[in-house]
């Protein structure tokens, strides 16, 4: 079993930053590629990025925040991080991360390839 703990959402303007953190119990987290998700109201969960197990040398995000997030990973703290550059209003949701017990495969943004989440962060972009 896998506990995942987001932390770090929170209200800001638009073009500010944000960190989130995702803390993961257990003593092999180096194992686990990790993505994180994003729903906002009415809308389906959706990829946002996700990053190789290990050292993570293999990171993937989805169209709509290549070059303004970054996945990283800090496997002694058992911690994923998603730093959050130049925000957009579009960019509000709810932030979740989530572990893939394998590899990072080819199906990285599909949900169903994920096995554990953590209960989400709430972000809020304002213009």
């Known amino acids: 079993q896998v506990q995942l703990v987001e932390s770090g959402g929170g209200l800001v303007q638009a073009g500010d930053s944000l960190r989130l953190s995702c803390a993961a119990s257990?003593?092999?987290?180096?194992?686990?590629?990790m993505g994180w998700f994003r729903q906002a109201p009415g809308k389906e969960r959706e990829f946002v990025a996700a990053?190789?197990?290990?050292?993570?040398?293999?990171?993937y995000y989805a169209d709509s925040v290549k070059g303004r997030f970054t996945i990283s990973r800090d496997n002694a703290k058992n911690t994923v991080y998603l730093q959050m550059n130049s925000l957009k209003p579009e960019d509000t949701a709810v932030y979740y991360c989530?572990?893939?017990?394998?590899?990072?495969?080819?199906?990285?943004?599909?949900?169903?390839?994920?096995?554990?989440w953590g209960q989400g962060t709430q972000v809020t972009v304002s213009s």
């Open positions: 989530a572990a893939d017990l394998d590899y990072l495969g080819s199906d990285y943004y599909s949900r169903s390839r994920y096995d554990y």
């Open positions: 990053i190789s197990r290990s050292s993570g040398t293999t990171s």
């Open positions: 257990g003593r092999t987290f180096s194992r686990y590629a």
